[in-house]
């Protein structure tokens, strides 16, 4: 089992920085691959970025690849999303997911994921 706890999310200005972070309990987290989604009013929940349980591979989606870095500390059980040159259309809540460690598909789906956040908002202001 693997609870998640969102911190971090703000309101900022366009071109502004923000570091989300998400803590985890469990020994499983340092066994799993970690994501961030995010889900915009209205909309779908969607894929933003990724992270091996070594993190040594990174995965992000085209929307966020080169403006946003993930990374986690397995020491202490922590994940963050960097988020680098703000958009407006970045507002949303953020969600971290952690898979169950023993799970072998893909990494960009909401369905590959079994542990969730209760999410985080951050909102960018024009």
């Known amino acids: 089992q693997v609870q998640l706890v969102e911190s971090g999310g703000g309101l900022v200005q366009a071109g502004d920085s923000l570091r989300i972070s998400c803590a985890a309990s469990g020994r499983m987290f340092s066994r799993t691959i970690m994501g961030w989604f995010r889900q915009a009013p209205g909309k779908e929940r969607e894929f933003g970025a990724a992270i091996s349980w070594s993190g040594d591979s990174t995965y992000y989606a085209d929307s966020v690849k080169g403006r946003f870095t993930i990374s986690r500390d397995n020491a202490k059980n922590t994940v963050y999303l960097q988020m680098n040159s703000l958009k407006p259309e970045d507002t949303a809540t953020y969600y971290c997911?952690?898979?169950?460690?023993?799970?072998?598909?893909?990494?960009?789906?909401?369905?590959?994921?079994?542990?969730w956040g209760q999410g985080t908002q951050v909102t960018v202001a024009s």
């Open positions: 997911a952690a898979q169950n460690p023993y799970y072998t598909g893909a990494y960009y789906y909401t369905s590959d994921y079994s542990y």
